[in-house]
């Protein structure tokens, strides 16, 4: 499996730290409202590249974190006026729910930064100790960039371009700096915001500690994968690695990988030219399966543009994969042969081959395109050689092979079955019957399954009542 490596600009073949485990970090959202579609590049890339190493019989600790604690937070939460807390337990309950219709896996951890204050300042403390960090006069204390050699080893900056020619490149920052370039690790509190106390002051983190603390927290000093958008190779990145080798003294990443940026109709996407889509505005729309279609249809690496037209592709796309699906299911339920046939047999072993190349796409630095059109491949086949005289095992075979390479992907093609209302409601009064002979085993079944169907049950003074989730 390669991956390429934003540190050595090349693709490289992975190789774990430890045998059959991967430890991965990526970078979460700010969270301060709805998240837009260009959260969800990441989100939705950084999912399939765990799916794949699962499905490769990986165990991966995947942490991803939500900054919880920043001056666009504070800011809504004055603008509203509550707490900082509100809007940030607000909105990860609803990246929550965008998630999962995304069919984005839970994290194996998912860390707060406001719960992980004692170890920032825990790292900052060794960083000042070991001369990488310093307090100047108001309690602020910086990292002393100059103090950690390979600065820039990652965004390929070196520090005297930084220092002198691109000024925009300087990162922001008081006088009381010994040095431009060096950037903020805690920060004194302002009027009305949340604030920790600190050997140097009542304060907060700067941005990036958070990330160094968490991943040395949850996966240990040397993690495998470290990933996030483009945009934070640097400073973001840069200011992570300088702050975990110093503190550390280990190489914090193995491998870095960014994912290009989202654009619509070929602009950066932004609220002030009106080019601005939430998640939750794509859902008003489309099964959120057809954004997590459209996202893996361009390898992570190029950039992709958002469009009318290049959704409703992704929709095309999808629905042959589910009707495909469909078909084959309807057969299989009307199969009457059992045995493969000779011909057959041969047909699954092309179906094998679909899976291999699928696999090897994935292997090439997840080139989910390619993937994806070994899983166009698999489809085509099943709708031409699957026919009401295939034999059951032939026409299971057949649908194996295309969820799980769709399953990879994140891509649910089974279609839900909507259950008729009668249905419900014989099921509904069956349950009555079961609770009246009080035979709750079963009743609790009845309730499990309609779930399942997306069914809700609630019971009331007028007797049970339901509704669709
Ligand atoms: P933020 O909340 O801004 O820190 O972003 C969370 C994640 O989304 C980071 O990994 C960003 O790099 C990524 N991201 C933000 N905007 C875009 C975009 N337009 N396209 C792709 N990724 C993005
Ligand atoms: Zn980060």
């Known amino acids: 499996m390669k991956i390429y490596n934003t540190l050595s600009k090349r693709k490289e073949e992975f190789v774990p730290i430890e045998e059959g485990k991967v430890r991965m970090y990526v970078c979460g959202p700010t969270v301060y409202n709805l998240i837009h579609i260009g959260n969800a590049r990441p989100m939705i890339v950084f999912d399939t590249v765990r799916r794949y190493m699962e499905h490769k019989g990986y165990e991966v600790n995947y942490v991803s974190n939500f900054t919880d604690v920043d001056d666009k937070i504070i800011k809504a939460a004055i603008e509203e006026g509550v707490d900082a807390s509100v809007i940030s337990k607000r909105y990860i309950e609803e990246c929550k729910k965008d998630m999962e219709a995304l069919n984005v896996k839970p994290a194996t951890t998912h860390p707060l930064a406001t719960e992980e204050i004692p170890g920032m300042l825990d790292m900052i403390s060794t960083l000042i100790e070991k001369g990488h960090a310093y307090v100047a006069e108001d309690g602020t204390v910086y990292f002393r960039t100059r103090s950690f050699k390979e600065y820039g080893k990652l965004s390929h900056k070196n520090l005297d371009d930084l220092q002198g020619g691109n000024r925009s490149l300087l990162v922001s920052g008081a006088d009381q700096k010994e040095d431009p370039l060096d950037f903020v690790l805690w920060k004194p509190k302002k009027e009305g915001e949340p604030y920790w106390e600190s050997a140097w002051c009542d304060g907060r983190p700067g941005w990036h500690i958070e990330c160094s603390v968490m991943s040395k927290k949850y996966l240990g000093d040397e993690i495998d994968i470290h990933a996030g958008g483009e945009d934070l190779v640097f400073p973001h990145h840069e200011n992570e690695i300088a702050q975990s080798e110093a503190a550390n003294g280990k190489t914090f990443a193995r491998y870095w990988m960014h994912n290009a940026f989202l654009n619509i109709d070929n602009k950066k996407m932004s609220k002030s030219l009106g080019n601005f889509f939430t998640v939750r505005d794509i859902s008003e729309k489309y099964d959120l399966q057809v954004l997590r279609f459209f996202m893996l249809s361009a390898h992570y690496r190029s950039q992709l543009n958002f469009s ?162």
């Open 308 to 469: 009318a037209d290049l959704m409703e592709a992704a929709k095309n796309g999808l629905d042959r994969i589910i009707t495909s699906v469909e078909n084959v299911k309807y057969l299989l339920d009307n199969a009457s042969k059992v045995e493969l046939t000779g011909e057959e047999k041969a047909l699954l072993e092309e179906a094998k081959a679909l899976e291999k190349k699928f696999d090897e796409a994935m292997d090439d630095d997840f080139n989910t395109a390619h993937a994806i059109s070994a899983i166009f491949e698999l489809v085509k086949l099943a709708n031409t050689k699957a026919v009401p005289e295939s034999s059951k095992e032939f026409l299971q075979g057949l649908l194996d092979e295309i969820r799980l390479l769709s399953n990879i992907c994140g891509l649910i093609v089974d279609k839900k079955e909507e259950m008729l209302d009668g249905d419900i409601e014989a099921l509904i009064e069956e349950r009555q019957a079961a609770r009246k002979d009080k035979n709750f085993q079963r009743a609790d079944e009845i309730r499990n399954l309609l779930l399942e169907k997306g069914i809700v049950l609630e019971d009331t003074r007028e007797g049970v009542k339901w509704k669709r989730a």
